[in-house]
T-cell receptor, first 115, second 114 residues
C-alpha cells in the first residue's frame, strides 16, 4: 500500500515570508519516486519536481527548495520570500517502481499568500 | 503550443445525457491518462493507456469508456451522466509506461451535471 499525507490543509502567510509545505509518505518499496505539483487558481496542474528514492540531495530552484529525508519519509517543500503568485494548491505525490503507472496524490495544501 | 490539450474546458449538461471529452498530446509520449479531481480537490487516476492499449482501469463505472484511436489521443466518453460525475477531469501523458515517469497534465475539463 502506498499513501501520501499532507497534514496541512490550508496555510496563510504574508508576502515575503518563508513557508514550508509538509509531505509524508508510506511505501514498502525501496525504489520509488516523489513529485510536487502546483495547481494555481486557474486550475491547471503544473509539474514542479521529481525525485527518486536514491537521490537524497536537497534541491533548490530559485525560491523553491525541497528537503527529502528518507529517515522520516518526508519530502517537504519550502518557498522562500513568498509572493502572491505562489498562492495555489500544492500536491505531493508518490509512485513506486514497476509497470504500475499509478501516481498517488496527497490531498493537497492550499497556500494563501497575503499581500 | 499546448503540450496536452483537452476540450471542452467547461461542460454543463443534464443528468442522463452522454458526453465526450477529447484529449490530444503533442509530446510524443507513449502513455496517456485520465484523472478525476473531485470537489475536495482529491485527484485520482481513472485510466491509463500505453500505445493505445488499456493498462489501468481503476474501478470506474462502465458508463465511462475511454477510447484511444492513436497514442496521441485519449478521449473519454461518459454515458448516462449522473450528478456525482460533476468534477474536473484531467487528461495527462508521460514519456512511457512505468513509475517514475513525470506526468504532464492538460488544463482540465470542468464537468457540471445538473
Amino acid at each position: 500500500a502506498q499513501k501520501v499525507t499532507q497534514a496541512q490543509t490550508e496555510i496563510s502567510v504574508v508576502e515575503k515570508e518563508d513557508v514550508t509545505l509538509d509531505c509524508v509518505y508510506e511505501t514498502r518499496d525501496t525504489t520509488y519516486y516523489l513529485f510536487w505539483y502546483k495547481q494555481p487558481p486557474s486550475g491547471e496542474l503544473v509539474f514542479l519536481i521529481r525525485r527518486n528514492s536514491f537521490d537524497e540531495q536537497n534541491e533548490i530552484s530559485g525560491r523553491y527548495s525541497w528537503n527529502f529525508q528518507k529517515s522520516t519519509s518526508s519530502f517537504n517543500f519550502t518557498i522562500t520570500a513568498s509572493q502572491v503568485v505562489d498562492s495555489a494548491v500544492y500536491f505531493c505525490a508518490l509512485s513506486e517502481r514497476g509497470l504500475d503507472d499509478k501516481i498517488i496524490f496527497g490531498k493537497g495544501t492550499r497556500l494563501h499568500i497575503l499581500p | 503550443d499546448t503540450a496536452v490539450s483537452q476540450t471542452p474546458k467547461y461542460l454543463v449538461t443534464q443528468m442522463g445525457n452522454d458526453k465526450s471529452i477529447k484529449c490530444e498530446q503533442n509530446l510524443g509520449h507513449d502513455t496517456m491518462y485520465w484523472y478525476k479531481q473531485d470537489s475536495k480537490k482529491f485527484l485520482k487516476i481513472m485510466f491509463s493507456y500505453n500505445n493505445k492499449e488499456l493498462i489501468i482501469n481503476e474501478t470506474v463505472p462502465n458508463r465511462f469508456s475511454p477510447k484511444s484511436p492513436d497514442k496521441a489521443h485519449l478521449n473519454l466518453h461518459i454515458n448516462s451522466l449522473e450528478l456525482g460525475d460533476s468534477a474536473v477531469y484531467f487528461c495527462a501523458s508521460s514519456q512511457e509506461q512505468g513509475s517514475g515517469n513525470t506526468i504532464y497534465f492538460g488544463e482540465g475539463s470542468w464537468l457540471t451535471v445538473v
